[in-house]
């Protein structure tokens, strides 16, 4: 028996833009991902059975969630059979929170059945088929620091974060991207990041210039929610920066030091939402183990 376990990290925007919409309807956007330490697990074994798929959450359990649809795409591009492995998921990324958690799970899928049955396909190749997956998906596959244009799948691979501790709060309301982008539609955002700016000061390693320039043009669909009260408890915790992140609703800050972090999260109002300790993060899904016998 061969299995294969594996990281799958979550990610934040550290900006996002909304710079059109293409013909199709879909959004055009510019924004910086960065993936962090917060993630769920994944883990592959080889069999001679069809394929089954558990989830820690009973809901996304078959043929339906992201990772199944990943693992679809690769026997397809590599013409075989859709059996022979067992998935499990444990979730802790939570839902509905911009955080990128199915997507995720998708890149994890990819890597982890590209190392299970020994494929040796190269990372853009990975990235390729993830892109017929979901937007996030290629950029996931690479993880680290990058920039994002058109859907989201035109990547552009930035400096390296300086590491930095994040606190973030998940508030009980949820929102589904399509939704997201419909409520967008109908608003007038105010505010637009510089998105070159952060590209400058990630190069420079400049922490403060970092927090300062954080900005999602995406918050204003979810004014009316706690996410506005949560980035001021942030802010009162010692947050250097905080944003919403993706489409929401969870919301990021970020903290000079594991301790300043630590603080804040013992800090902040649990009733507003479920809190996360994390830090920067610079890879994509990590193998925690491998194991034959």
């Not at 309807?25 to 960065?34: A, E, N, P, S």
């Not at 020994?118 to 998906?137: Q, S």
């Not at 510089?194 to 954080?214: C, F, P």
Request: hydrophobic share 40%.
């Amino acid at each position: 028996m061969k299995r294969i376990i594996l990281t799958a990290p979550a990610k934040v925007n550290l900006t996002l833009d909304v710079v059109g919409t293409r013909s199709d309807g879909y959004h055009l956007v510019d924004t910086i991902l960065q993936t962090v330490g917060l993630h769920d697990t994944l883990t592959f074994t080889r069999t001679d059975r069809p394929v089954e798929i558990h989830c820690s959450l009973p809901e996304l359990e078959g043929e339906g969630n992201l990772a199944a649809r990943a693992a679809q795409a690769l026997c397809r591009t590599v013409a075989r059979p859709y059996d022979g492995f067992t998935l499990e998921i444990e979730k802790v990324i939570p839902m509905q929170a911009g955080l990128g958690g199915g997507s995720a799970d998708a890149a994890a899928a990819l890597v982890g059945l590209n190392l299970l049955w020994e494929l040796h396909l190269p990372l853009e190749r990975l990235c390729a088929i993830g892109a017929e997956v979901g937007a996030d998906v290629p950029f996931l596959v690479r993880g680290g620091t990058a920039r994002a244009r058109g859907i989201g799948e035109e990547l552009e691979p930035l400096d390296p974060m300086p590491e930095v501790w994040l606190v973030i709060q998940k508030p009980p309301i949820g929102m589904e991207t399509a939704r997201a982008f419909k409520l967008y539609d109908a608003c007038t955002p105010a505010v637009r990041p510089d998105t070159d700016r952060m590209v400058s000061a990630i190069a420079a390693r400049d922490l403060r210039q970092v927090a300062e320039g954080l900005c999602n043009r995406m918050e204003i669909v979810c004014e009316g929610t706690e996410i506005p009260a949560i980035k001021r408890a942030m802010r009162e915790a010692g947050a250097l920066g905080c944003a919403m992140t993706g489409s929401g609703t969870a919301v990021f800050g970020l903290f000079p030091s594991k301790e300043a972090a630590r603080s804040a999260l013992e800090r902040l109002d649990r009733g507003m939402g479920a809190l996360y300790l994390t830090r920067t993060h610079p890879y994509g899904p990590t193998l925690l183990a491998r194991q034959t016998g």
